[in-house]
């Protein structure tokens, strides 16, 4: 039997050519038999399928189609989060250049725990977490980031450094808004149990948080919250950062939806006061447009960072650190890394601020065509108006029953992929708007399927 082929080495492009066509044609017909934003059917229904195109995972001889087909059957059986339709969660359509780039990361598989890994990829990270830090907490300070998967273990991270900086005793306070990987995450840190405050209104309100930092005592990581997972709410930053100062209290921003408007002219200013944070969560596949992981947590102070410092000879030996190698090992708690800097750093680079911050501006200008056709709907209730781009509502007069309903109605049929919002003590259907390319028609599109799919 022929050695396959390798992704890299002279041989590497030459091998890989066919293998894209093969992946695209495949995609595009994944996609034609899908057709829609998600497959037919239901969760039986496309693991039947799934299981029928498959077969045996690990045969005794190799199928040379094998790439074709689990790529058409990926494609069929996907959410495509490029279908205008697919609005459920945040959950981006990547752009074709960050993809392309992620391709090259692929074929040459630096992993960041070593430099002599990865030399250029060390220095691009470098290069990268510096200038998003600076982005958010302005280029005359001295900042840093470190690349992370994403929200939760940007959230965790930031827990931790709390807790190594102010001690186990660490006690975690944040709004019930706030993302569920955060009391996840002071569970696994062993912190105290967090305080967690009512957030009547979506947002953290600075009274009730003043109240709680005047009975609590000990060191406290307060996590305030840009970009609600629900609607898409953004607590009052520069409140909160203040009573956080006058209380001695650390504070975290979770920004891993909002982050992105930094990108925008127009709506940057709804982050006004995320530089007072400590720590700041962000996740370019979210509002970033990047495949998936692409998670930041940004430091204002990097001594922070100091508690991650680990060594193991194999990687980070003194000598070798003494005669300038890079030490990369306290970049993260996780030893082998991609190079997920390499897609963002393309994307930035291609677009720039004016190209990011059109996007932005898209898609948070299609939110509010939504909530436009929404209120004149005279079958629909609109939640509130959009703060970024998500956009609740539900059926007028409809029950919570029948909104849950309607909503696994349109997923089991793959006609459109809504997400569900408890708020208000009251179900909402939720659609978060990430693709620059859908249009009113689109969103007009999708008001009639739910309305068709409606009960009356």
């Not at 017909?29 to 799934?50: E, F, I, M, Q, Y």
């Not at 030490?327 to 190079?339: H, N």
Request: glycine letters at 8%; aromatic letters at 2%; one cysteine or more.
């Amino acid at each position: 039997m022929r050695t396959p082929p390798l992704a890299s080495g002279p041989e590497g492009p030459g091998a890989l050519r066919p293998l894209l066509d093969t992946v695209l044609d495949a995609l595009a017909s994944g996609a034609r038999s899908r057709g829609g934003p998600l497959p037919t059917g239901g969760p039986d229904a496309v693991a039947a399928r799934v299981r029928a195109a498959v077969g045996d995972v690990l045969p005794h001889t190799g199928d040379p189609d094998a790439l074709r087909t689990l790529v058409h059957t990926l494609a069929e059986g996907a959410a495509d989060p490029a279908d205008p339709l697919c609005a459920a969660h945040l959950h981006c359509p990547p752009l074709a250049v960050a993809t392309a780039a992620d391709l090259a990361a692929s074929a040459l598989n630096p992993s960041l725990d070593s430099w002599d890994q990865a030399p250029a990829a060390s220095e691009l990270e470098t290069l990268l977490t510096r200038a998003l830090a600076a982005e958010i907490y302005g280029r005359a300070k001295t900042s840093d980031a470190l690349v992370t998967t994403g929200g939760s273990e940007s959230n965790q991270l930031a827990l931790l450094l709390a807790r190594e900086a102010h001690g186990t005793h660490t006690q975690l306070v944040c709004g019930t808004n706030a993302h569920h990987s955060l009391p996840r995450a002071a569970w696994l840190l062993g912190l105290p149990d967090p305080v967690i405050l009512p957030t009547p209104t979506g947002t953290l309100d600075p009274t009730t948080l003043h109240d709680t930092l005047t009975h609590l005592h000990g060191p406290v990581v307060v996590t305030a919250t840009a970009g609600t997972t629900d609607a898409g709410l953004i607590d009052p930053l520069p409140d909160i950062a203040a009573l956080c100062t006058t209380h001695h209290a650390r504070l975290h921003i979770d920004a891993a939806y909002g982050g992105g408007l930094l990108f925008s002219d127009h709506h940057r200013t709804k982050l006004t006061g995320l530089d007072t944070a400590h720590t700041v969560a962000l996740d370019l596949h979210k509002i970033g447009w990047q495949p998936v992981a692409a998670g930041l947590l940004a430091v204002r102070d990097p001594h922070d960072l100091t508690a991650l410092a680990h060594r193991t000879d194999y990687l980070n030996a003194t000598d070798d650190t003494d005669a300038g190698l890079p030490d990369l090992l306290g970049r993260s708690t996780r030893t082998s890394r991609r190079p997920d800097i390499l897609k963002i750093t393309a994307t930035l680079k291609t677009l720039g601020r004016t190209g990011l911050g059109t996007l932005v501006d898209h898609i948070c200008a299609q939110a509010h065509t939504l909530a436009d056709l929404i209120t004149a709907h005279p079958a629909f209730e609109l939640h509130d108006r959009p703060t970024i781009s998500t956009v609740l509502f539900r059926p007028t007069a409809a029950t919570d029953l029948t909104v849950a309903a309607v909503r696994r109605t349109l997923l089991t049929n793959g006609r459109a992929v809504l997400g569900r919002a408890h708020l208000d003590g009251r179900l909402w259907l939720k659609a978060t708007l990430l693709n620059p390319h859908t249009r009113p028609d689109d969103l007009a599109a999708l008001l009639t399927l739910v309305e068709g799919h409606t009960p009356t």
